[in-house]
């Protein structure tokens, strides 16, 4: 669903942008800048601030993936009030935590309402939907079970 070239997330980042429309989803990308320019074979350490690393926008979803590896994955998203993902599974345990606003997550026909600051765990291969009940941001963290 996500296209991301690089092995290291210091090499190259993209934002999705994701608009739902009846059963037909418009995606484009826009290469966004480079988190370190410098060293593109080493891991540096760089402090980031995850409410600035992405923006809300109207009736869509954003995603910036920071890292994507083999065994797993760390996304940012925003969801716009209303947005959602639809049900489905992934094959890797994932951590979901609220940093700004709410929202209901389902897993396997659960609901659990998330505010800002708290997370979830959701086991891999079982099915689960979002929903922003307000405008909300998480992060996801995946790794493969």
């Known amino acids: 669903m996500f296209l991301n070239t690089s092995n290291n ?3 190259s980042s993209f934002i999705y942008v994701l608009q739902l429309s009846r059963l037909k989803i418009k995606c484009k990308y826009l290469k966004v800048k480079n988190m370190s320019e ?3 074979n080493k891991e540096n350490a760089e402090i980031l601030n995850l ?3 992405l923006d809300y926008q109207e009736g869509s979803v954003v995603s910036r993936m920071l890292v994507n590896k083999k065994v797993g994955s760390v996304t940012l998203f925003s ?3 209303d947005q ?3 049900e489905h599974t992934a094959p890797f345990d ?3 935590y609220v940093f700004n606003g709410k929202a209901e997550i389902i897993i396997s026909k659960k609901s659990y309402i998330l505010n800002s600051g708290q997370m979830i765990t959701m086991p891999a291969n079982e099915p689960h939907a979002l929903k922003a009940l307000e405008r909300f941001k998480m992060m996801l963290i995946m790794v493969k079970a």
């Open 84 to 86: 959602g993902l639809s």
């Open 51 to 53: 409410e600035s690393l």
């Open 94 to 96: 994932a951590l979901v």
């Open 9 to 11: 997330m210091f090499e």
């Open 79 to 81: 969801f716009d009030k």
């Open 38 to 40: 410098t060293n593109r």
